[in-house]
């Protein structure tokens, strides 16, 4: 998609300045100003992301050199993270930049500072805007903020692991639209995260979890990254949820069964029982 169709370069332009701008002042009238643009902010990160999301992390970046700088200092701005819209904008623009497979030193970087934004969005409070307060509040609870972070992560993997168990078994769900709505966009948050090994609970309860609706509510790009990232043996799941993953998408079935024939026909095997070993260990 040619880039002056949906997000004009004057635009793009017209937003970083304002980024770089209100990151260089912390005055009362430069924070209204944030408030103010907020709305026109969100739809621009709206058709940004709907401009990047099926280009590829390396085709956004040549077409918007810039744009890691937009949402980075964005994502540091507590007036901007500090609304939901804004913050969910944020994350996606964040998960299309991601490289599901690094080719190079450039790549994993961007990875690594990509999760590290990511993070740093899960984390954000109320406290955000005042780091003294922040640092003082964490100290007086005991915890580094290291150790603390951690901690919020943790604890919204187990609310969000709450929330879709009950909802699975509360049978009739009269929101069953947004429900899936909102399942859906948790998958898509979980893509660049997936390896984390704190998200694994969240993995084996989204794969397990089918609601009321007929149709696949778990995104593709999910079930296929978490596939990918099980066949290489960077996360563990449980069989269940491994068998699951297989029934709903059959594309990622497809190729555990043929990673599972390139393993037997590259790898030397001295024996019968190494081929039931290794077919044992693939689950298939």
Same mark, same amino acid.
């Given at each position: 998609m040619a880039q002056d169709t949906t997000v004009p370069k004057l635009n793009f332009k017209y937003w970083l300045d304002k980024a770089i701008?209100?990151?260089?002042?912390?005055?009362?009238?430069?924070?209204?100003?944030v408030c103010l643009h907020l709305p026109q902010l969100q739809e621009f990160l709206h058709q940004l992301y709907e401009t990047i999301k099926h280009l590829?992390?390396?085709v956004a970046i040549q077409q918007f050199p810039l744009i890691g700088q937009l949402l980075g200092r964005l994502c540091w701005n507590p007036f901007v993270i500090?609304?939901?819209?804004?913050?969910? *904008?944020?994350?996606?623009?964040?998960?299309?930049?991601?490289?599901?497979?690094?080719q190079n030193a450039v790549e994993l970087k961007a990875n690594s500072w990509i999760r590290s934004l990511l993070c740093h969005l899960l984390c954000s409070s109320k406290w955000e805007s005042n780091e003294a307060e922040t640092s003082t509040f964490i100290s007086a609870l005991g915890y580094t903020s290291?150790?603390?972070?951690?901690?919020?992560?943790?604890n919204m993997v187990v609310s969000l692991v709450t929330?879709?168990?009950?909802?699975?078994?509360?049978?009739?769900?009269?929101?069953?639209?947004?429900?899936?709505?909102r399942v859906n966009a948790v998958?898509?948050?979980?893509?660049?995260?997936?390896?984390?090994?704190?998200?694994?609970?969240?993995?084996?309860?989204?794969?397990?979890?089918?609601g009321g609706s007929s149709k696949e509510i778990l995104s593709s790009e999910f079930l296929e990254a978490v596939n990918e990232a099980f066949l290489k043996k960077k996360i563990s799941l449980p069989e269940s949820a491994v068998f699951s993953l297989w029934?709903?998408?059959?594309?990622?079935?497809?190729? *555990?069964?043929?990673?599972l024939l390139d393993q037997l026909f590259s790898i030397q095997l001295?024996?019968?029982e190494e081929v039931a070993h290794v077919i044992k260990d693939s689950l298939l």
């Open positions: 701008e209100w990151s260089q002042a912390t005055t009362l009238e430069s924070q209204k100003d590829g992390s390396t500090g609304y939901d819209e804004s913050q969910k *904008a944020l994350m996606w623009c964040l998960c299309c930049l991601y490289s599901s497979e690094p290291a150790d603390y972070y951690c901690h919020l992560v943790k929330e879709l168990r009950e909802n699975q078994f509360n049978g009739l769900n009269i929101q069953e639209s947004t429900s899936a709505s998958s898509i948050f979980c893509v660049p995260l997936i390896t984390l090994p704190d998200l694994t609970p969240l993995l084996e309860t989204l794969l397990l979890y089918h029934l709903r998408h059959l594309p990622s079935l497809e190729k *555990a069964t043929l990673h001295n024996s019968l």
